[in-house]
């Protein structure tokens, strides 16, 4: 069985997308999704994102990190399937319901409410989010932790780039008061307009950008006052902008993210060499 697949990236952060919504796939499992990901025996990528049917919303996305596991949300991956769909989209995910948009800077992407509360990141006890009083190695303590479809724990340091992340990330991310493992954020704050940001994502380890993680980080620094309200996020594979609207008296309010997503280019593959 002949599957076409499109390879495409959001600054860097690759998929290989599978589009089911008009001729439905096989089952997918963790670890047909870790073979299509392997980069020296499959397609290669971060992450298969899925492309299916939905009752609730204009397509279902689900995601597969390179490790084969499933996970909530992607920013990046909903930029790349805007940008294939070409037009307005909602989008049902396991981390909620999300929009996407064409925007001059590429797709506009309404991530939703971030959700604060320790029990929705989760963490495996009742805690500050904005200042968890936990820390590891190389100065990394107090951060933040927020849900953005998924969860989320950011540090801000004095310079990202000295900080071992690829040594520390798998150790944080799969700490014990993370109970469904978490995405590390390291962040230096650059100006009230700007930050910096280096990413482990969560089965998938460092990456060039993760959109998530740039909503995340946002709201980090705008709910401890380093910010303002719309801000530019840079990571190793370029820029993402950042707002948050206003909080009201319903709650938090939703946060936009904008940037670009490419297709790489198309092929086909046997899906039998891979189940």
Known sequence: MRIPFTKMHGLGNDFVVLDARESALPPMTGDIAAALADRHTG????QLVLIEPSDAADLRMRIFNHDGGEVEACGNAARAVGVLVGHAITMETLGGEITARPDDAGIAVDMGVPRLGWDQIPLAYAMDTLSMPVGWDSGMDH????NVGNPHAIFFVDDVDALPLGEIGPV????????????????QIVSRSAIKLRVWERGAGLTRACGTGACATA???MRR???DRTVTVSLPGGDLTISWDADSEAGPGSITMTGP????FTGEFDWGDFA
């Open 261 to 264: 997503a490419t297709i790489a």
């Open 225 to 227: 006052g380093l910010v």
């Open 219 to 221: 709201v980090a620094a």
């Open 43 to 46: 397609i290669g990528c971060d």
């Open 143 to 146: 951060p933040v932790a927020v």
């Open 172 to 187: 944080i991310e799969k700490d014990q008061i993370f109970p469904e493992g978490v995405n590390v954020n390291a962040a």
